[in-house]
């Protein structure tokens, strides 16, 4: 399973990627603006040099011939960006023409199974379910990933499937119990995954004991 990290912010990339296990970042205009961020294709060749693995960089165009366009020049930033479209139809447009020319695209905003589906048939490399934001309107985020999962699977489509809008550890968790193949994760869910009270406070009393022993 692959980890993204989900954010604009150099400060947090920088810091995830001393971990180890990051291997892509994703963004979009709402993390970019939060870093205040407008025109972003610096900030995007910045990203692309904190790590090798794929940048999404997200169009702002909305209709498919200036899609291909900006995602021509998004692509040309750096070899790891990876183009991300909206799932809409003009965004399927754009990525049947950007995927023939070798670009990789995210199809984004992703809250159906057919849509994951068409997206797989346009030759997206990546597509992103939003989970949390299903969960938030009553539905089970997780379970679209299992069924794109089952389609993709049906078909041997190699687009690979980013769990996104990932809320909370327990999302990382089911995502990686059914096999997802990547899940793009805040900063702050990065480093939920790695806590639990249970080892503080072992390591409290490790110490505590070392010091004993030591005669502290
Ligand atoms: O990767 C998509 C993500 O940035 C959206 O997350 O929390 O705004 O739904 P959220």
Known sequence: MKFF???ANLEEIREAASYGF???VTTNPSLMAREGISRQDAHIRAICELTPGPVS???LAVESGAMIEEGRRLAALAPNVAVKLPSTLDGLKA???LAGEGIKVNLTL???PLQALLAAKAGAAFVSPFVGRLDDV???GLSLVEEIMTIYGNYAFETEIIVASVRSPQHVLKAALIGADIA???FKVIGQLAEHPLTDKGVAAFMADQAKAAGK
């Open 110 to 112: 992703v809250f159906s």
């Open 184 to 186: 793009t994760i805040p």
């Open 5 to 7: 990290i989900d954010t």
């Open 57 to 59: 960089a997200e169009a």
């Open 22 to 24: 990051l291997d892509g």
């Open 95 to 97: 990525t049947g023409v």
């Open 138 to 140: 009553g539905q089970d």
